[in-house]
T-cell receptor, first 117, second 117 residues
Framework: ETGVTQTPRHLVMGMTNKKSLKCEQH?????MYWYKQSAKKPLELMFV???????ENNSVPSRFSPECPNSSHLFLHLHTLQPEDSALYLC????????????????FGEGSWLTVV | AQKITQTQPGMFVQEKEAVTLDCTYD???????LFWYKQPSSGEMIFLIY??????QNATEGRYSLNFQKARKSANLVISASQLGDSAMYFC??????????????FGTGTKLQVIP
């Protein structure tokens, strides 16, 4: 069982829908991340939360809205998406978000495959 | 300029043989970390191995070893005794430890490894 779980695994939504992706980590970490993975492009960091505070919004359009109610849960609210937003959305966590070191590895969930039609 | 370069889009290896996946990186930060992740077709990004810039020895984890050549800025992944289950995308990633308050990890474009029976 993975330490980072994402639901749903697959989502198809229309451009006018509102949906949410959910992520939960069971690793006792304090930092959580959303990444976007599109075909033939490197993984793109979207948002970072460190101790529930958002520390990075990597120029992500406002149709993506993150929410981090506590250190174990992270949501990505989706509204009025475009077909080009279709991608694999990966949630990740690490011990903390503001330092390096070998004990601060980022662990990923299984991802949510999003298709916007 | 690309921070992480993986020059092999695809690789084939015979089962039970060893294979090396190339990764070069670019940073002026003296403190950084290098990661390798495996991504099967299911989508989950699985952490394989970590190498810190100040680590004196090359990292090893079971069948995985990281050939770290700091002067050449390369961090190649060596998989020994390949298995069919090793068929997946492999991503090299770098974390620069000073990034203005959060842990920024840059990923390469990946290498697709196929193990042939």
């Amino acid at each position: 069982e993975t330490g980072v779980t994402q639901t749903p695994r697959h989502l198809v939504m229309g451009m006018t829908n509102k949906k949410s992706l959910k992520c939960e980590q069971h690793l006792g970490h304090n930092a959580m991340y959303w990444y976007k993975q599109s075909a033939k492009k490197p993984l793109e960091l979207m948002f970072v939360y460190n101790f529930k505070e958002q520390t990075e919004n990597n120029s992500v359009p406002s149709r993506f809205s993150p929410e981090c109610p506590n250190s174990s849960h992270l949501f990505l609210h989706l509204h009025t998406l475009q077909p080009e937003d279709s991608a694999l959305y990966l949630c990740a966590s690490s011990l903390r978000g503001d330092t390096g070191g070998s004990g601060n590895t980022i662990y990923f969930g299984e991802g949510s495959w999003l298709t916007v039609v | 300029a690309q921070k992480i370069t993986q020059t092999q889009p695809g690789m084939f290896v015979q089962e039970k043989e060893a294979v090396t996946l190339d990764c070069t990186y670019d940073t002026s930060d003296p403190s950084y970390g290098l990661f390798w992740y495996k991504q099967p077709s299911s989508g989950e990004m699985i952490f394989l191995i970590y190498q810190g810039s100040y680590d004196q020895q090359n990292a090893t984890e079971g069948r995985y070893s990281l050939n770290f050549q700091k002067a050449r800025k390369s961090a190649n992944l060596v998989i020994s005794a390949s298995q069919l289950g090793d068929s997946a995308m492999y991503f090299c990633a770098m974390r620069e430890d000073y990034s203005g308050g959060y842990q920024k990890v840059t990923f390469g474009t990946g290498t697709k490894l196929q193990v042939i029976p």
